[in-house]
């Protein structure tokens, strides 16, 4: 029961090396927890910030790739002659190209293609690509190249993929892997003790990250030493495969990242696209930009697949959960990340007997990548649903429901205590706040427009750990230099840890300057993703900027002839505790002057042994529906969310407005609809896949920070917020609708269509 | 006498911080000493090292610079109107713009003048600055700029300066500061007791420091961030200076010098040029980028000052020195950087009695900055050509008188020891390696060409110190990253300093990453000049390797259960020197890939207290002069130097070569002609300025490393190299000429017309 891929337990990791400052969480902050704009900001509005997308260099050539048609075809031969002839074109290359037998991995480390592969398997791999003069230039070289493909049988549907003589998408049938089975207790018996038992299969379609920048690289090679600019959630781990793919010491591959417009997932990754760039840069002697057509980052670039969610649960009169049985079936499209669904089902509430089955299929249609807390969202759509219907049953009140059932304890075996858990409070202060029983009470349940309340909880299975390294410099003017590994992936990462080293250095937030994400000059980071930059590298600041102070006092220290404990750092003095005639300017510091600087390196601290780590949340909306146009109507929505510490309570709203318009995407109005005769997306742009923006949560919605620090977690007391923010979102609204219309849509998204279908019929059926 | 400035005394300075290293020499190398090709050899050659001159930004503006024709000249009206209207023309600045009334000082700290000063005082000062679309559009605009001047009264001349009734450059007369005078024993004693005296007035002329890449910046806000790119020594005191001029945090200025192209005392400061670029650039919200045309760089960026330098000198029979009366006057320029040339005189030879003063003077012309061996060059014209002189009056053999008389300890009160001061084996390694007593042999003094050898030596009284920081990863592949604030400014900084973090890893040199010249991304350099840059930030390399290396080798220790000292590094693997069963490959050590990469910071210890290190060298020549048309064939030259430990032989030949060539033009062929009606410079070119190239030295010259590392000044066990490449230079060149003529030319250049005034007054004499 306990698989590191799902849950995160604290335990041994790498060790704490040389940390020389005992930082730890702050008795009272000034700055951490304040409401502060980016320190980017006007760099990015103003349009003078680099993003990749925006690098430009002497003599650049840009590239495009050919996208096979096909959801499942062979590649039986490619002609370029026309195309290498047209004006401008300096490089096509294809799977006959020495140098492309590239050996292409899915996540998990299996070899399952090549760059460019001779079966494609879903519509939009890759066939070939150009570099060329110009952009135009090179889609006209693209359109130019003559292709003969052998067109196979192809599968797009989940359960179709399972069924006998269904097309393969991989040589070895479509299952991907062996289905998850996790049991605890006795099903059966757990069923027998059940008074109200609700089954019901649930579903969500398939959404795409869609993030504002595409996805793409500019590679420039100097001899045999490669620059990537690359949009990408991790610079390190682009180094590494880059090294890897082209046989080279990481030390020739530098990848710089300062800027991208956003990561949900699939930027965790090397993009084809990026190696295709390289090769042709090589090729060429000149530097090479890909970034994507909008159409193949919806086509191309990953997903969060669909699934298919049986649940099965059962609870006593008095609401005590007896029994869950849960199954759960994702379509990974051709090649697999993993589609798995069941973590909240198995851990969110206290529930002895259990069975949870996760089964992925292989289908023609894309690929699924990790997408802002991968399953769980699909997860909570099922779950959380499904307590509604039960509370319900039982005649409980759904939010004393989850509170009387929730897990306040990991149940592994043995079963882990949570170093800091407040979902309890999530629960009842956020109903507070948003005024539950007040909302419950404003119920419509007749006429055209119908009212109702839904709520939803979650936790979020992975909180981060080491390794992260940071360097913290103190300028001799007494201004200050911040340099991390991480990418901020438009969360606000260089903010909330230039605040960091504000609050423990006392150096204004605007005179630290801030680089990140660059393998040359940069510190070392993980990639940012799994909601894990702030509690992973939040504590490696904070030692950077401790190990700075601490060496500022112990020089002052020495001026002043004190002792370093009695010192502290007040509006740019050091000032002793004891006697405050006593008191030196920072910048008077003579060590400071004759040093150049000052420099602090910090690391992250092993986590805690024994216990885990969830952040956690619930989300609770009140909803209009329009019986007469299927519309919801958002009339508010509360995330009340335990990330631990807040930091920067600005970016955690903001963080939390944007997580619920990713889930009011999948629960309302986003799905990829494929051609069922070609297997090709037909709505693989802005127009057709409708992404809520800032208008869909600019008023009606509000953030409760539960901000307890997770002292027993890490020195900052932090946990993360990207992916909660987004979890019970949908199910949160689908319970709204529910109670609204006094009718359960089970199929996400609930477009207007799905909710005057559900009418319909219950006009039907009445 | 111990004057900071002066020579450099080690003692109390920085402490160590945190250094976890305990770095020190190798017993033994396989990489230090060997000679290596430039890491970046590839990117310097081929174009694709982008230099500041090559930085060029979407948007950017160029900007150029109107310049007083007058050596002197009150500002009394600028009409910009006309400029401000031609096409392209986007940014007029001057005096009367807000935000130029900008103190600007001289080295030192005297504010001596404002950015557009009211008052002019050497041709090519500057009066306004245009930035417009093209480079010729911002050409043509600052020509359509009309100046009323009011001209005023010159001096350009040194003696000329000091005469009663001279213009005044500065208000309060023409003296810089007071004349610097240092006196040991009684003079009239040591005269009486000397049996011969040599008495004689010697001069070198302005020489121009003429790096290859131009003075220029490109300048780029972001809101009030400044990005600066600069052909600069040294980026962090550019980073203090604009700080300053804009009254900016430190945090908010970014200074990039990865790349430069030559820089030889003169890109030490911030320019003015530098200022403009960034003003302009606010205005227009655009970057601007201003590199000086090649006249400006020869008027207006500084020089070598003329110098007139009266020696007198005794000795007894016996060869022993007893007395040196020495007087130097230095022309200064408009603003004085100090064109002091006593210290060889004072500190060279054992010599009781002593009396040495420098003078220096303002004159409307250029301006003094220290150029490569501020002063010694042409203290060694003056005191080198003495000794020889009278070596020959007492009848001894040139480098034997030398010998006799050699100071072996630093000549202060009380006096210091010397950590190594190899000069004896330099001069008679050298004389040997040289064939001094045959090519004496072969001396021809009658006839058309003439032929002789000639000798000279010096010290370099810097050796450099703290502070330094550098940052050294281990990648997880076992590559490496080497992080350092130093610009290598042609000399190969880079890499020596990866040939360090070989050495000490086992790392190959071209698995190795190397990062500089950066205050945002880097760490702590003082500037690259004085011959400082390996000795003082080479120990801080090796001790971020040592950090590095102790951390790996502490991991392998526990993954192989063995002591950590007991293990060693070798291709590549962990290796038991106890037990070879016990080994693991770099890559397998654990810790580093579950960290992502091992790093080590490196500081540079303090110098050792109470003693003085100085490199040293002797250098030797064998000239043929054709009497017929004055000019001089250097037929082989022969540097021996002490640098302590020779890092890269192949570099440390070619900087000893270079700079033989810099003093081949000091003594032969280099020299700043002014028109004595105007002031101006009427040589401001390649064509009619003569700087001796490589072809100059390619063949005939020789490198002799006496190669003792100074082990008791820091841990690689280096001093400087750059400087004592030239001080003797033109000395040696001056006494061969006199050796093969019979008749001494005391006036650098020595060019055809002065050898054959020379040989023609001779030809009177006889």
Redesign the interface.
Known sequence: MTDRHDYHVNGP???T??N?ATAGAWPKTTVIGSRRSRVDA??RV?G??VYPHDV?L?GMLHGAILRCPHAHAKVLSIDTTAAEKMAGVHAVITRATPGTDIPWYERGGTFSSTLFDATCRYAGEEVAAVAAETPLQAADAVRAIEVTYEVLPFVIDDAEALAPGAPAVHDGGNMVGEPRLRERGDLAAGFGEADAVVERTYRTECQIHAPMEPHGSVARW??N?LTVWDSTQGV?PVQ?TL?RVFAL????I?VIGHYMGGGFGAKLETGKYTVMAAIMARMTARPVKIFLPREDCFTATGNRPANTMTIKIGARSDGTLTAIDYHSLGAAGAYAYGADTSSLAVYLYRCPNLRAEDVTVYTNAGKARPMRAPGFPQGAWALEQAMNELAAKVGIDPIAFRLQNLATELQSDPPMPYTSYQLAACLENGAAAFGWQEAAERRVTEGDIRRGVGAAACFWGYAGG??S?V?V?L???????L?L?ASDIGTGTKTWAAMIVAEELGVPV????V?NA?????????PSGGSKTVPSDSPAVLAAAAAVKR?LLGFAAEQLEVEPGDLEIRDGEVVSRSDGEKHLAVTAVE?LG??????G?GYRDPNPEGSVTFPCAAQFCEVEVDTRTGEIRILRFLGAHDSGRVLNRLTFDNQVFGGMAMGIGLGVTEERVLDRRTGRMVNANFHDYKVPTILDVADSHACLAIDVPDEAFNSTGTKGLGEPATIPTAAAIANAVADALGIRVTAAPLTPRAILEAVGSQGKEA
């Open positions: 990791l790498p060790e090396p040389d020389d006007y760099e103003s003078t910030a430009s002497p100097d001899g030493r390190f590494e090294a010491p990481m030390s020739n530098r080491p390794p390294t360097v410099k300028f001799a003017d007494g201004s200050a230099n340099n590994g605007d005179r630290i300057q680089e660059d393998t040359a000059t940069g510190q070392y980071a993980t060496q060590m004759r040093r150049g600087l000052i420099m390196t």
